[in-house]
């Protein structure tokens, strides 16, 4: 089992930067991949990044690559997402997930509440 909590969302201005982070409780977190999801009001849960569980590989939404950085501390049990260059439709509720690497949410077991970022123009 393990429980997430995200946090750092907010509201910033278009092109400005932020830090998403997400601190999970359990002893099993370095085996799992981490994912980081967002969901916006009338849309779907997207995809946006993961990690798999040693860090050595990384996936990201082609509409974020460039701008996002995914990491993780498995000594802490965190993983963040440091998110530059914002726009306005990088608004939303960002989630982050434990679970098997992929780009796919039904691989992923555990979630947390959720973030909101606000992007302004």
């Known amino acids: 089992q393990v429980q997430l909590v995200e946090s750092g969302g907010g509201l910033v201005q278009a092109e400005g930067s932020l830090r998403l982070s997400c601190a999970a409780s359990?002893?099993?977190?370095?085996?799992?991949?981490m994912g980081w999801f967002r969901q916006a009001p009338g849309n779907e849960r997207d995809f946006v990044a993961a990690?798999?569980?040693?860090?050595?590989?990384?996936y990201y939404a082609d509409s974020v690559k460039g701008r996002f950085t995914i990491s993780r501390d498995n000594a802490k049990n965190t993983v963040n997402l440091q998110m530059n260059s914002l726009k306005p439709e990088d608004t939303a509720v960002y989630y982050c997930?434990?679970?098997?690497?992929?780009?796919?949410?039904?691989?992923?077991?555990?979630w947390g509440q959720g973030t909101q970022v606000t992007v302004s123009s």
């Open positions: 997930a434990a679970g098997v690497l992929s780009i796919a949410r039904y691989t992923y077991s555990y």
């Open positions: 359990g002893r099993t977190f370095s085996t799992y991949a």
């Open positions: 990690i798999s569980s040693r860090g050595g590989t990384t």
